[in-house]
C-alpha cells in the first residue's frame, strides 16, 4: 500500500474530508503495437501476418471523439506519457483523489479464438501492470480475462491475482450466459481464492442481443437498456447461490446506474418467498445478500437533478455502504468530475461515498 | 356499452366509490377440441391428423395447480359453464367488478407455421366471442394475434376490430425482436386504425432467451427478471417513435410490475437529452410519452407491504392516471383478490386506479 494511503500521521481534517477513491478509470490502448512487448513470438507472428488491429469492439473505441474529454490526448495519436500524465492531472489532482482504480476496457470477450484471447488478455495485463501500475503508485488496476472462457480466465487470475496492484477481475456486463452460470465457477473461485473483487461493467461484445427482445434499432435504446441486463446478472448471480459458495466475494457494478436497484430487490424478495423453493441453497433474502456483497458506482447518476434523490436512494437501498464514487474518466457524459456529488446530504455518507466504501471494499 | 357501466340512474354512492374494472382476467381454451367449431375444415383435418394438442408454451398450463385458486374449476376437467360461474361469483360480483378484460393466454407466438398461429388465433377470438363475451355483458376481450407475424396479426384486428367486445389487441412480452421495430408497424397501424389499446402481457415463447444475457438456471430468474424484458418494449416503443406516428394509441403493461417505471424515466430522460439527435422524431422528453401513453395493471405489486409505498410511486411517476386496478384471475401469487388496494392514501386515486383510468383508456 502506498504512503498516502496508509499515512500513519493523521490527515488535515479539511483533506482527509475531501478525499477520494476513483473506482472506474479508462486508459487505453494506444495500438496493438503497444502490447507487442508482452506477447509471445508466435502471436506477434500472428498478428502480424494478419494484419489484426486488436479487437473492434471495444466500449471506449479510440477513434470516437465522444468518448473522451477534449483535453484528454487520444490514445492513438499522443504517447502514453501524455495519457499518464492528463490522468495524473485530471483525475488524481483536483478530486483530492488518492486511489483511482484503472479498468481496461479491450473487449477480448469479442474474440471467438480462445487462446487469443487469453493472449490479448495476459498481454493488456502485463502492460498495465508495466506501463501504469509500476509509474503511478496511486493507481490500481483491473485484470483483463478471457471472460468467455472461464478457465482460461481462472488460469490468468492465478497468474497475477498476487500482483499487490490488481485488485480486481474485470468482466463486461454483456455475455452469452448470465454470470451466475455453473461454467462460471471456476472464474469466481479464483477471484475469492486471491481475495479480488468481480467488477462488472457497461458493455462488451460477446455476439447476442443487449436486450431480452432482440436487437434494438438505437444505440439509446441500447444504452439506457444497459440497466436491463445488469438486472439479469444480479438475478443470475443471487438465484445461483454465488455467496453462499464464495462468502468473501464481492462484486462492483461498474456505470450500471443505481436507481433500478430498490425496485428490483423488492420484486426479488418478494418472488424468492414464492419460489424459493426451486433455489434451497438461497437461504435469506436476496436483498440481504445484494446489500452484503453488491456495490455501485455512482456515475452516471441515473436520477433527475434533485440532490434529494441520492439521501432518498440511500434509504431505499438500506445501505450506506453500497455507493462508490467513480468519474469515469476520460468518458465524458453528463456529469463533471469535480460536482459529482453537488449537494451531499451528509458528510459522513459523502466520506462513505467518496472514500470509505471503496477502501473497505478494494481492501486499501 | 352495458347498463351496468352506462346507468343513466346516480348509483349509489358507495357503490359507486368501490366499483372497479378488472383489467386482467384469464379464461382458458380447455382443449384444442374447443376450438374445433371455430377452425376450417382444414385445420380441423390437420389438427386431427398430426394429434396437436395445441402450443405448450401457454402461460398458464391447464396441469399447473400453482397457476390457478384451488376453488376454480380445472379447465381441462370442468365445463365452460362452470368457468364462466366461478368467473362471475369470484370476479364479478365480490369486488364490485362491473366490467373485466379477458387475456387469453393461448400461446400463438411459439407456432412457427404462420398459417397454423393465424388459424389458431382466429379460433380462440371466435371462441372467446361465442362463449364469453355473448354469454356475460360484463365482459371485453383482448384479441389474440400471431405477433411474430406482424401483417397476419393486421389482418386479424381487421377482421375483428370493429366488434364491441374487443377492446384490445394482446401482444406477449417476450419476442423476437422489440416491438418498436418498423416490422411491426402494420400491427399498431390497425390496432390504431380501430382505436384498440395494446396489451402487453407478462411471458410468451419466442423462442429466445428471456434475458440479454442468455438463458437463465431457475424460474425465478426469469419471473423476477421479466420486468427488464417490459423494460427492453418500452425503450424501444419511445426510441422508434411510435407514439408520434400513432397519436392515439395506447399501451398497457400488464402483470408487468411497476415501481421500476421511475428509474427508467429518469434513466432515458437523461440519455435521450444526450442521444436525441440520433431519433429526431422523438421530440418530447421519453417521460412524456409514457405518461400520456402507457399504462400499467397494478396486481403483482412489486414494493415492500407498506401501503406508502403506493402513494410514493404515484408521485414519482407524475400522473395518478396510469396504474390500473387488475386481479389476474385466476392466477394466485400474492395479492388476494379483495384487499389488492388495502390502504388506499386518497379516495381520489382509489377511484382512479379501481374505474376511472381503465374506464377512460378502454373508452368504456
Known sequence: MDDTLTAAAPLDDRRAARRAIDCDVHPAVPSIEALTPYLSAY???????????GPIDSA??????????????????GSLAEQLSAMQAHVLAPQHVVCGILNCAYAVDSLHNPDAAAALASAVNDWLAAEWLAREPRLRASLVVPSQYPELAAREIERLGGHPGFVQVLLPVRSAAPYGNRRFHPLFAAAARHDLVVGIHFGGAPGNPPTPVGWPSFYLEEYAGMASVFQSQLLSLISEGLFDQFPTLRVVLIESGCTWL????WRFDKEWKGLR?????VRRLPSDYIREHVRLTLQPFDAPPDPGHLLRLVDRL?????LLFATDYPHWHGDAPEPVLPDMPTQA???KIMYDNACALYRL
Do not use: C, N
Not at 43 to 53: D, L
Not at 63 to 71: L, N
Not at 318 to 322: A, F, L
Open 60 to 77: 471506449y473505441p479510440l477513434s470516437a471523439a465522444t468518448s473522451a474529454r477534449p483535453d484528454v490526448p487520444a490514445a492513438h495519436s
Open 349 to 351: 455518507l459523502a466520506r
Open 318 to 322: 438500506g445501505s450506506e455502504e453500497m
Open 262 to 265: 430498490p425496485a428490483l430487490m
Open 43 to 53: 502471436w506477434q507472428e500472428q498478428i502480424r501476418q494478419s494484419g489484426f488491429k
Open 277 to 281: 423453493r426451486e433455489v434451497p441453497w
